[in-house]
């Protein structure tokens, strides 16, 4: 069993940027892929940005390659979600998820999740 618990969202102006925390409680963390997930008011859920268990790899949904930036620091069992020129569009709740997989980009691969962290971004 793996907690994941998000923080760093907030309300920001578009063009602005945030990071977001998700930090995992339980043993080997190493051994789950970590992926960001976005739901925004009456659309479904949406992969936003995946890491493999070392780093090494990273995979992102199209709206956003290029503004954000997913990382991990398996020392601290902490992974993090680098969000810039943020766009009113990308205003949502924002999941953590953790997959035993080596790196995955949809829900379904998905064991664990957080609470989620409220994203929102004016015009």
């Known amino acids: 069993q793996v907690q994941l618990v998000e923080s760093g969202g907030g309300w920001v102006q578009a063009g602005g940027s945030l990071r977001l925390s998700c930090a995992a409680s339980?043993?080997?963390?190493?051994?789950?892929?970590m992926g960001w997930f976005r739901q925004a008011p009456g659309k479904e859920r949406e992969f936003v940005a995946a890491i493999s268990r070392s780093g090494s790899s990273t995979d992102y949904t199209d709206s956003v390659k290029g503004r954000f930036t997913i990382s991990r620091d398996n020392t601290k069992n902490t992974v993090f979600l680098q969000m810039n020129s943020l766009k009113p569009e990308d205003t949502a709740v924002y999941y953590c998820?953790?997959?035993?997989?080596?790196?995955?980009?949809?829900?379904?691969?998905?064991?664990?999740w957080g609470q989620g962290t409220q994203v929102t971004v004016s015009s």
């Open positions: 339980g043993r080997t963390f190493s051994s789950y892929a």
């Open positions: 998820a953790a997959s035993r997989l080596a790196i995955a980009t949809i829900g379904m691969k998905y064991d664990y």
